[in-house]
């Protein structure tokens, strides 16, 4: 059974940086595409940043140059460093992972792609 579990968020004033992690079990980790999305209350499912199981990351255009993906096959764990954050970052962010069809070289950015999810890391930025 896949299991994503994120950790890390968390209240900071803007500007200030964030390291969101996500635990993977359950599956071929190496095999997948995963990434990062958020959702903010009455807005749909954003693709904040992924990866592919190749290495390639794939990033928003509202966090470009902001936020970088990383994952470490070892631990099996997926990181989201975030860098200078601003009070419209504000959401929850969700882990997510998939080896479908979309899981391409560049990693398919739209939530719609992924099936395995995990529960969620609240992430407040303050102005």
């Known amino acids: 059974q896949v299991q994503l579990v994120e950790s890390g968020g968390g209240s900071v004033q803007a500007g200030g940086s964030l390291r969101l992690s996500c635990a993977a079990s359950?599956?071929?980790?190496?095999?997948?595409?995963m990434g990062w999305f958020r959702q903010a209350p009455g807005k749909e499912r954003e693709g904040v940043a992924t990866?592919?199981?190749?290495?390639?990351?794939s990033y928003g255009d509202s966090v470009k140059g902001r936020v970088t993906i990383s994952k470490d096959n070892a631990r099996n764990t997926l990181y989201l460093q975030m860098n200078s954050l601003k009070p419209e970052d504000t959401a929850m962010y969700y882990c997510?992972?998939?080896?479908?069809?979309?899981?391409?070289?560049?990693?398919?950015?739209?939530?719609?792609?992924?099936?395995?999810w995990g529960q969620g890391t609240q992430v407040t930025v303050s102005s």
């Open positions: 990866i592919g199981r190749y290495g390639t990351p």
């Open positions: 997510a992972a998939d080896s479908g069809p979309y899981c391409t070289m560049i990693p398919s950015l739209s939530f719609r792609h992924y099936n395995y």
């Open positions: 359950g599956y071929s980790y190496r095999s997948n595409c």
